[in-house]
């Protein structure tokens, strides 16, 4: 309280209690009144003896009755209107009470008012000297107004003299001797402590004040005019005690011992709980919730009050104030001071769910005038420069942090592409609005970049023209069409690797602003690297520190981007478009504003992404819904069987923004071939296709042509009758639905050329033979030269997967910018575009494996053996067949003779085999033919054996080389072939 102000108050009469009415005494009982009748009624008796004289004695206890009964009436009249008399004048006592302790709050608060009232004040009236005590909040405290008298036992005067000596709702002051403490959460301690000081600020001249404060959530203090250092000036010094505090700083976050012993001057420490805070604080304020706290001083009790809290706003306000008003009065202590970091959570905004499409308006730093906003849709596109360690990445991070903070993800999206590896933007990755991340691109994936982009702006083309409107301001406030902020982290690096990516951000600074699609680009040197089409659209330039005074006069129109503090990483030059050239501090976003800026948005429906991931590097059959995304159709398995279907991946289909589903129709499309180097996925596509067929149709649907050469041209002979429709009605070649064939470029390549063309041909049929309701052919190879021109042209479908270089893939009818040469197995295109294709394991069975029957000899009829090595195989025939006659041609021209006359139906008992070379049954073409027509005839070697005998054009079924078989010739001229004896 002023002295005026006491001085009014005690100028004032004195109050006092009106007295206690003393208790009337309780009047006594007449009896001499009461008697005197009585005596007389006696004497008249006496005098008279008329008995009716003594009637007059009973009027004496009447009246005296009457009488006493009357003066008790009187007595209570008495003592209520006493009473009535003393609760007046209590209540006049009680107003005056009331209006003296206004008259005393109002003092009080106008000697130490509220923070937020000073404005209304005018221009401050500045000590030289601190005040002894600062306002902390409003409670109760001790009055100067004062009862006299004696209460009494009456409960009312004790109650009126406990209130007159307690003012609420005054101002609570704590010295500043001594230390002041704010504890709590951390919020609410800073908003306590704000006020407190500045409280110091409005009292104290600048040029004997010096308040010193931590960088981070008091940057704030630098706009004061109490900022300089001054010689002789006291000293306010403000510290965060505790380690946990945001981005504390070690040269005012000090170790408690050493934190009140830091210099002279007074001491405000803020901390999360008293166990942090320097020790020897004389007064500590533990501020429990926004309208309540505890203020402890030594050797007090501790008192309840309701905080004084300022946010970091207003504090900037007041500083601001201030510091004109010094400005005006000549005592302003130099050029405004940026901080040299803040923390972007002391600068954000409430989020504002009504924000409409016309601004993308964000706090990304702290001026010289107060926090910088930048509104990139002014741009409507921003370039960023800034060599490596001047805070360019982190400047990129608190700006989308800023934008996602105030904006809902139905305003704005990002999408984030980085070529230092993705570490600048992950801690925005997990923001709501973050459609995408894209880092170092190699050349399929800055295909799919281009195309995705110009895909996104036909989109919003298509979405604006659907509207009726030509830009996206003017779009209705339920379309759904957020901006879209492509943010581009070293952008020479990206152009440099891929030029036509240049052309494309050209394309988007041209059109981006009706559209609402915005880029903001960074670079080390922009200069020279920015097409001049693109730097044209770019309205909002910031320049952190170059190393060159031309990349900053290219940047900005000025050299000081050059010159700023190396050690001061996040200083920067802005030009918003306006021409002005301003320094600002960037703000730091930490994990823990990203974190509350995404949980502000946590049940935000995401954005549409204009840029889908890349396709993950395999894909099963299970996977294929996933991968597509929601919503997507599986006409293959809603109705598989009458569909005919078979799934084979999924397409990347950037220009459409879509993954698509890659589908085979055998009956339709015919023929499927599976191109690509050797570990490129070609076995399991096949296996994941006929995986489908088999889990369709049962795996006897499914014939893999496989194993070993007899077991391949058995299954080629099954399906050759099936497709010439001479199969019985029993053979398993009525249930094969596909026919696999792996590597079919080296299947054939050992065989006898005669069987390899059948081979070939037989497969060229069978593909003829799909589209008209035949087995359905997968085939794979690695390249198609070995095949014939019939059965590549005869293929209509390919797949083509890794090649060994990018003409190999170019000569097999692929794009040879979708060329990868590490790309994963399975990855490859698919009519142009690229396609991610299944794999699966085997599940489908393979091509029988028939094991040719032992070599048995009807020894009833004569057997000509034509041998290639007939002396050894005379011998192991003569043992299975014991007891026949061995005729050797090679003996000369008298076995020739018995050989002629034994084939001849001369009998020989137990039976005859005439056993020799090809070349001896040629010679003897006679005897041969003689055999053809009445032997059973058998050849161990190969087709010059055959021929020797056998004058029939078609082949024989083939041998395996890594098996001793043989071919045995019935008499009905079938050919089979037979396991050639081993013992």
């Keep these: 309280m002023t002295d005026a102000a006491a001085t009014s108050l005690d100028a004032l009469p004195a109050l006092h209690l009106p007295p206690v009415p003393p208790e009337p005494p309780r009047p006594p009982f007449p009896w001499i009144a009461s008697a005197a009748p009585v005596a007389g009624a006696v004497a008249i008796w006496a005098f008279t003896g008329s008995a009716l004289s003594l009637a007059f004695a009973a009027l004496g206890p009447l009246v005296a009755i009457a009488a006493t009964l009357d003066a008790r009436r009187t007595a209570r009249r008495a003592r209520r209107m006493q009473r009535v008399e003393r609760e007046e004048a209590l209540g006049r006592v009680r107003s005056e009470v009331a209006r003296r302790h206004d008259l005393e709050r109002a003092a009080a608060w106008r000697e130490t008012p509220a923070v937020r009232s000073l404005p209304a004040r005018g221009a401050p009236v500045w000590s030289s000297t601190p005040p002894q005590a600062v306002v902390v909040g409003s409670g109760t405290v001790a009055s100067r107004v004062s009862v006299d008298g004696a209460p009494g036992e009456d409960a009312d005067a004790l109650r009126m003299v406990a209130e007159a000596a307690l003012l609420a709702d005054a101002p609570v002051r704590v010295t500043l001797e001594g230390g002041i403490g704010f504890i709590g959460e951390p919020a609410l301690a800073r908003a306590a402590a704000r006020a407190a000081v500045l409280h110091v600020a409005e009292a104290t001249d600048p040029a004997n004040c010096r308040v010193i404060g931590p960088p981070a959530a008091w940057d704030w203090l630098t706009v004061l005019p109490h900022r300089a250092s001054t010689h002789g000036a006291a000293v306010l010094r403000v510290v965060e005690t505790d380690p946990a505090c945001e981005r504390a700083d070690a040269a005012s976050t000090r170790v408690r011992a050493d934190a009140r012993d830091d210099g002279d001057g007074d001491l405000i420490a803020i901390a999360s709980d008293a ?246 680009l960074a670079a080390q040197r922009p200069n020279g690297v920015v097409r001049e089409q693109v730097s044209a659209n770019c309205g909002i330039r910031v320049s952190l520190r170059v190393l060159e005074r031309a990349d900053s006069v290219a940047v900005l129109g000025v050299e000081r981007a050059a010159r700023l503090d190396p050690a001061r990483p996040g200083r920067a030059l802005v030009d918003v478009g306006d021409a002005r050239v301003v320094e600002f501090q960037s703000a730091l976003a930490d994990r823990a504003v990203i974190a509350r800026v995404a949980a502000g948005h946590a049940r935000a429906a995401p954005p549409r992404r204009p840029w889908l991931d890349p396709l993950p590097p395999c894909i099963t059959l299970d996977d294929v819904d996933a991968v597509l995304g929601a919503g997507a159709v599986d006409a293959a398995r809603a109705d598989p069987i009458a569909s005919g279907r078979l799934l084979l991946g999924v397409a990347d289909e950037p220009a459409a923004q879509r993954r698509a589903a890659v589908e085979w129709t055998p009956e339709v499309d015919g023929p499927l071939m599976v191109l690509g180097a050797p570990g490129s996925g070609r076995t399991a596509l096949l296996d994941a296709i006929a995986a489908q067929v088999a889990g369709r149709r049962g795996e006897a649907a499914v014939l893999r042509l496989e194993g070993t050469r007899s077991v391949v041209w058995d299954a080629l002979a099954m399906i050759r009758r099936h497709v010439a429709g001479s199969d019985r009605s029993d053979e398993p070649g009525r249930a094969v639905r596909l026919v696999v064939v792996d590597d079919v470029d080296l299947c054939f390549s050992g065989w006898p050329e005669e069987h390899r063309l059948a081979a070939l041909e037989t497969l060229a049929e069978l593909m003829r033979f799909a589209r008209g309701g035949g087995p359905a052919l997968a085939l794979a190879a690695g390249r198609t030269a070995a095949l014939g021109p019939g059965l590549r042209d005869a293929v209509t479908r390919h797949v083509l997967l890794r090649h060994p270089s990018r003409a190999d893939l170019v000569h097999a009818g692929g794009d040879g910018r979708l060329h990868r040469a590490d790309a994963p197995p399975g990855a490859g295109q698919w009519l142009g575009h690229a396609a991610q294709f299944l794999r699966a394991d085997r599940t489908a069975a393979v091509a029988p494996r028939i094991e040719a029957p032992p070599l048995r000899l009807d020894i009833a009829r004569p057997v000509a053996l034509v041998s290639a090595r007939p002396g050894a195989d005379a011998d192991r025939i003569g043992r299975i067949a014991p007891g026949t006659e061995l005729i050797r041609l090679a003996d000369g021209p008298d076995a020739v003779l018995r050989a002629q006359h034994a084939i001849d139906g001369s009998s020989v008992a137990g039976g005859v085999i005439v056993v020799g070379d090809a070349d001896a049954w040629t010679a003897n073409w006679s005897l041969a033919a003689t055999a053809r027509a009445r032997a059973e005839l058998v050849v161990h070697g190969g087709s010059r054996e055959l021929r020797a005998v056998v004058r029939d054009a078609g082949l024989p079924p083939l041998l395996d080389v890594d098996r001793d078989q043989c071919w045995r010739i019935r008499t009905d001229r079938t050919t089979e072939r037979a396991a050639w004896p081993t013992e």
């Design 275 to 520: 166990a942090c805070l320097p020790p020897g604080l004389r007064s500590v304020v533990h501020v429990t919730a926004p309208r309540h706290a505890l203020v402890q001083v030594t050797g007090a009790a501790p008192r309840a009050i309701e905080p004084e809290l300022l946010s970091t706003a207003e504090a900037r306000s007041a500083a601001d104030r201030l510091a004109r008003v010094a400005a005006r009065a000549g005592v302003a202590s130099g050029p405004p001071v940026l901080p040299d970091s803040i923390g972007l959570g002391e600068l954000l905004p409430a989020p504002d769910p009504t924000a409409d499409r016309s601004s993308l308006a964000a706090t990304v730093g702290v001026g010289t005038a107060g926090p910088l906003v930048i509104d990139l849709v002014s741009g409507p596109h921003a370039l960023v420069a800034g060599t490596s360690g001047s805070g360019k990445s982190e400047l990129l991070v608190a700006w989308i942090a800023a934008m996602a903070a105030r904006y809902a993800p139905d305003r704005v999206a990002f999408l984030l592409v980085d070529f230092k590896g993705g570490a600048s933007f992950e801690p925005v990755r997990g923001l709501p609005h973050v459609t995408g991340l894209v880092t170092d691109l190699d050349e399929d994936e800055a295909a799919r970049a281009v195309e995705s982009i110009r895909a996104e702006l036909r989109h919003r083309e298509r979405v604006l023209a659907a509207a009726r409107v030509r830009s996206i301001v003017e779009l209705p406030a339920e379309a759904v069409l957020p901006r879209l902020v492509v943010v581009v982290d070293e952008f020479q690096a990206m152009i440099e690797r891929f030029g036509e990516l240049g052309a494309v951000m050209a394309d988007v600074a041209a059109r981006g602003r009706s559209l609402g699609v915005h880029l903001v």
